[in-house]
């Protein structure tokens, strides 16, 4: 049976920095969007407070929803070890590349800042465990490049906010 608390405690933090892949859900006034994501993107600052990089994808829905004042979820499960399911319930803000808490932010990072859209803030209002029993066991073999490959030769080629602004504005996704 889950638990909720309203902040994390140490050894959920513990858990975050260990997983390879997470999810993110979120949702204001659409459908629900959910993604998976990896790399080394997601930074816990305290109990209450995450930063997630943002590379460039299909879409920009996680900016609209917190745009429309949405709540988001990230997940967290193990595949390897002890089975845990880690849900962070957020409301979310945006931090754009002109914003100059980005550069404060990025300093969170290994990633390089050149590929990335925008960082995500969360600020968890209520953290939820379950014990992730129905979970399978799968082995990590490698990440896949392709994205941040992409979105550095974007930016190496001096395409990379042009491409930002026509496919990945939040604005372009509101008919959707």
């Given amino acids: 049976m889950g638990k909720q608390f309203t902040k994390l405690?140490?050894?959920d933090i513990d858990f975050i920095k260990k997983q390879k892949v997470f999810y993110i859900a979120s949702h204001a006034n659409n459908e629900v969007n959910l993604s998976p994501r990896g790399y080394d993107s997601i930074y816990v600052t305290d109990v209450n407070t995450m930063y997630m990089i943002d590379y460039l994808g299909s879409g920009n829905r996680t900016a609209r929803d917190i745009e429309?004042?949405?709540?988001?979820?990230?997940?967290?499960?193990?595949?390897?070890?002890?089975?845990?399911?880690?849900?962070?319930?957020?409301?979310?803000?945006?931090?754009?590349?002109d914003n100059p808490a980005f550069n404060d932010v990025s300093k969170f990072f290994s990633e390089d800042m050149n590929a990335i859209r925008q960082i995500f803030k969360f600020n968890i209002y209520a953290v939820e465990t379950s014990c992730g029993m129905g979970v399978?066991?799968?082995?990590?073999?490698?990440?896949?490049?392709?994205?941040?490959?992409?979105?550095?030769k974007m930016q190496k080629e001096g395409k990379f906010d042009d491409y930002v602004k026509e496919h990945h504005t939040p604005i372009n996704l509101k008919a959707l």
Avoid: S
């Fill in 68 to 97: 429309d004042g949405g709540e988001i979820t990230i997940l967290f499960n193990a595949f390897e070890g002890a089975p845990k399911i880690l849900r962070c319930f957020c409301k979310g803000e945006t931090i754009l590349k």
């Fill in 136 to 152: 399978p066991i799968m082995e990590y073999k490698e990440e896949r490049p392709q994205v941040r490959n992409f979105a550095l």
């Fill in 9 to 11: 405690a140490q050894a």
